[in-house]
Structures are given as C-alpha cells and as structure tokens.
C-alpha cells in the first residue's frame, strides 16, 4: 500500500504541471457559480410540484381549472361579484315538451342525417336558419356564460372571399400541413381543397367561441368551458337542421380562423370553431355508403 501511495505522489509532482490548469479551472467555476446573480427570468418560472403534470398531459376541464384558479389569485376577494348575481330560482315544473314517436322516432332522425358536400342552388327559408340557430342557443354552457357567436353568411360576395380563403390556405394544408396518412385516411371520401359548396350553399354558418364578455360593469366576464359548451351546442343545430329538413356539413377550416375572423370583423375575444354550409342537397349529389357503429360499441354499461 505504501508504495502505491509512493508511486501516486511521484505521479502528481512529475505531471504537475497538466494537473494545475485543471484545478485552476475548476476552482474559478465553483467561485463564478457562488458570486453568480439569480436570473430573474428563472425565479419567475412556476417550480413544479411532485406529481405535477404538463399542461399537454391535462383534459380540458382540468386546463380550465388551473387557469380559473390562476385568475383568483389576481382578484381582491372583498371585490368579486358573480356574473348572475340576483338570479332567482323558481320549482322546477318538469319536462313538458318530447319528441313526437319519442326516442326512436328522434333515432331515425338523427340517423339519417348526412355530411353533404353538393348543394342545389334552391332557396331556403331564412325563418327555418333562423329557428335553427334560436334552437342552439338553448345548449348548456359553463357557468351560464352562453359563449356562443353564429354569424350567417348568405351574401354572394362574402360567401366568394371566404372560399378564397379557406381554398387557399387548404392548398397548403393538402400539399404540405396534413401528413400523408391524413390525406390518405380522406381519399375515399373524395375530399380535396376544392370547396364549391362554399359558393353553391345558399347559407354559410360560421360559429364563433368566446373566450370572454365585457360586463355592463366593465369588467370581464369570463367564459368557462367555452369549446365544450359551444360544440354542444352545435350538436344541438345539426339536430334542428335535420329537423327542418335542412343538409349541412361540419367543416373546420385549417389555418383560416384569423383571416375569417378579420373579414367578418369579429372581436379578439372570439375564435372560429366550425364553419356550417346549409342548404338542400343537390339532385346529383352522392355520399360515401358509410356505417355508424352499433350501439354495443360505443355503449359501456356498469
């Protein structure tokens, strides 16, 4: 042991002049990391807890929870009113009006409805999309919030500048945005960037989701679980449309919210959520010999 100890120091003296440069470097790190000054960007930054997951591994609900709960903690608590405050409650009288044929009857209906993409050039009633749209309205929404805008295109002009738009931006999508399997799951569909039906539909509904409202009070009224709320309630006007025997088509035009924002001269606060031609189908007009799944595989029972 003594010489291997002997042998290490004759190393060390013999080389030292390699070993100085090392410790020297080392040493000016240590003193240069103690003297260094916290960066301010990196005390700003929200440390996480244990257990804590990324925003990208949240659902929606838990999303909106975090930032509600971020947004109290800018509020003076002696100073916060509820948006539907005073509202009076009343007995709940219960349902008074069913789908005539009852739920089977509503079944059928709803099944038949299809995505159509051809339209005839036949008018429609502008009362019948006007009840349509009065029906979604009545959807459910976080916190009473309504954060709903349907904006109803039936000017030929308007109607060419947004197939402009989403034609042009759709090009893109096709040729460069959209990976190959998603043109390729699209092809038995028969969908390109072409969008006549932008044009040939005599209606065009673009539903707008609001983030937020101004209160009469000036404040800001925000708008919980807005996506969900306003996608609920265009379930609710594909169900009228069919209902009033009108076709239509769910499309949710890549790229283009901004720009179809701007052309309608909408608020920030808002942003595009679907895009809804609507109209009768053409006489020509084909749809993919398509199957909805059966009951028992959507369907869990405990």
Same mark, same amino acid.
């Given at each position: ?59 929606? /609900? ?11 903690? #800018? $509020?003076?608590?002696?100073? *916060? @009113?509820? +948006? ?94 959209? /990976? ?11 969908? #390109? $960037?072409?969008?006549?039906? *932008? @044009?040939? +539909? ?101």
């Amino acid at each position: 042991v003594e010489m291997d100890l002997f042998g290490q120091k004759n190393i060390i003296i013999e080389y030292w002049q390699f070993f100085l440069p090392l410790v020297t470097i080392g040493i000016s790190l240590i003193l240069l990391n103690l003297n260094r000054k916290p960066d301010p960007r990196e005390s700003s930054k929200p440390t996480s807890k244990p257990g804590a997951r990324e925003e990208r591994d949240l659902d929606p /609900s838990e999303i909106e929870s975090q930032k509600s709960a971020r947004e109290d903690s #800018n $509020y003076d608590e002696d100073a *916060l @009113t509820a +948006a539907l405050e005073g509202v009076a409650h009343k007995p709940y009288p219960g349902i008074k009006v069913t789908f005539p044929g009852g739920v089977e009857k509503f079944y059928e209906m709803v099944n038949d409805r299809r995505s159509v993409r051809k339209y005839s050039k036949r008018p429609v009633d502008w009362k019948l999309v006007e009840k349509c749209i009065h029906s979604a309205g009545t959807g459910p929404s976080g916190a009473h919030t309504e954060p709903w805008t349907f904006c109803v295109i039936s000017d030929s002009e308007i109607k060419q500048q947004i197939r402009e738009i989403i034609e042009n931006e759709e090009y893109t999508n096709y040729a460069q945005r959209m /990976s190959r399997q998603w043109t390729t799951d699209l092809q038995p569909l028969r969908t #390109n $960037y072409v969008k006549e039906y *932008l @044009t040939d +539909a005599p209606y065009l509904v673009l539903v707008f989701k609001q983030a937020y409202s101004m209160r009469e009070d000036g404040k800001k009224k925000q708008h919980y679980y807005n996506e969900i709320s306003t996608a609920i309630s265009v379930g609710i006007l594909l169900c009228a449309f069919q209902s009033a025997g009108l076709n239509s088509l769910v499309t949710t035009p890549l790229n283009c919210g901004p720009a179809l924002r701007n052309l309608l001269q909408r608020p920030a606060s808002e942003k595009l959520l679907v895009l809804l031609p609507v109209g009768y189908a053409a006489d020509d007009c084909e749809i993919p010999d398509l199957h909805r799944k059966p009951v028992e595989e959507i369907l869990v029972k405990y």
